[in-house]
């Protein structure tokens, strides 16, 4: 197969991962005989600095005529002070909107190794398989108007909450198709007991629940779903929410498999072009270090080989990889306390290599 990636490692621990996830594409490329072109691009605060733009055009354009793309993380405090559509996290919103990436997928398992890593109980651990399907083009994040403005002498900050029913109705087939692979199961978490958002969320997604009878339909207000989240994770199969909710509680979620280190994420759309990223922010308390975990970034690729390239043959053995890695006890520092299975700390490179 003929590929082109787009690599934008961004800042912070960004390029430090993404290095590391170039060499498991390089590996699997050669061993399964594919050809891929990798063209990196500057994105985030490194592309402010030195275009004065979060995403330049050239960037933009590499991602346009790839077949995929996979970015690091963005952002970090030198750019804090930066006004919102100046700042680098902009890039993210302008590549979800610009390529339509309306659904976010953040699957959450955990390795039996990592059980130890996690602050939960090991017995609400054990068999945890879910999947947060988040609505990524729509709610708080790109609502108009989205400003700051001073009214009768005091500043004040406006978000706008809007959905849709078109795109209600779009993210609810993903979620409802995704369990029909999986155990049937889709809860939807909303705060139907306040927001109108969520009531027609609600009400919508029950209509698209019909079309699927062989798969049960639960709703949970978000603030109770928080909390069944390390209370009883095992009762979930695919959680549906909308673009804030799944943000937060795909953070929550991570503490189950041990770091945010481990998790991985695709954007999607229509088509087969999709955003594949780490949930990880560029952590800057630990960049430069060597010392940043990059599986989430690795498991990355392998879900890019799975929904973008349907290569899953190379998508399991990514995963397979990784297991037997982390079952040999190489942890890195994010994992490493406290856990019995560890046998050896390593750094971001060598847990690359060991992968590779
Ligand atoms: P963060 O996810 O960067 O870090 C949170 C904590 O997790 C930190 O203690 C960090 O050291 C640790 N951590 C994160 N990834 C890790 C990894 N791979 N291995 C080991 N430890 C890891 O979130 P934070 O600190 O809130 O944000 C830092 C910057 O990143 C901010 O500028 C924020 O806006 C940006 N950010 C960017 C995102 C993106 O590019 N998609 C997502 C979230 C935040
Ligand atoms: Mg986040």
């Not at 063209?39 to 979060?54: H, N």
């Not at 993380?73 to 979800?96: F, Y």
């Not at 970034?297 to 399991?316: C, G, P, Q």
Request: net charge negative; with cysteine.
């Amino acid at each position: 197969m003929r590929v082109k990636i787009a690599v934008l490692p961004g800042d912070g621990i960004g390029p430090e991962v993404v290095k590391q996830a170039i060499k498991v594409i390089n590996v699997l490329s050669k061993k399964f005989h594919h050809q891929v072109e990798i063209k990196e691009g500057i994105v985030g605060g490194a592309a402010i600095d030195k275009f004065g733009d979060p995403l330049p055009e050239e960037t933009w354009k590499i991602c346009e005529e790839s077949d995929s793309i996979l970015l690091g993380a963005v952002g970090g405090p030198k750019w804090d002070n930066l006004p919102g559509d100046k700042r680098p996290e902009k890039a993210l919103l302008k590549l979800r909107s610009g390529f339509n990436l309306f659904a976010n997928l953040r699957p959450i398992s955990i390795f039996d190794e990592l059980i130890f890593s996690s602050p939960i109980k090991e017995e609400y651990l054990k068999g945890v398989d879910f999947i947060i399907v988040r609505e990524l083009t729509g709610g708080l994040y790109f609502g108009k108007p989205k400003e700051t403005r001073i009214e009768n002498g005091e500043e004040i900050a406006i978000d706008t909450m809007i959905y849709r029913t078109s795109e209600i109705r779009r993210i609810a087939h993903v979620a409802f198709k995704m369990a029909q692979k999986r155990k049937k199961k889709v809860t939807s978490v909303d705060k139907a007991n306040i927001l109108e958002c969520s009531r027609l969320w609600r009400k919508i997604v029950e209509e698209v629940a019909k079309e699927y009878p062989d798969v049960a339909l639960e709703h949970m207000y978000v603030d109770n779903c928080a909390m069944q989240i390390v209370r009883n994770p095992k009762q979930f199969d695919v959680i549906l929410t909308e673009n804030t909710f799944g943000d937060i509680l795909s953070d929550e979620a991570a503490v189950i498999t041990g770091s945010i280190g481990m998790l991985p994420s695709a954007s999607l759309g229509e088509t087969k072009k999709g955003l594949y990223e780490p949930i990880h922010g560029s952590a800057p308390d630990i960049a430069g270090q060597n010392v940043a975990n990059p599986i989430a970034t690795i498991l990355s690729v392998a879900l890019m080989f799975r929904y973008s390239f349907d290569l899953e043959e190379e998508a399991k053995l990514i995963e397979k990889s990784v297991r037997k890695v982390l079952s040999l006890g190489y942890f890195t520092k994010d994992l490493y306390a406290n856990n019995p299975y560890a046998q050896k700390m390593v750094t971001t490179e060598e847990m690359g290599d060991l992968i590779c």
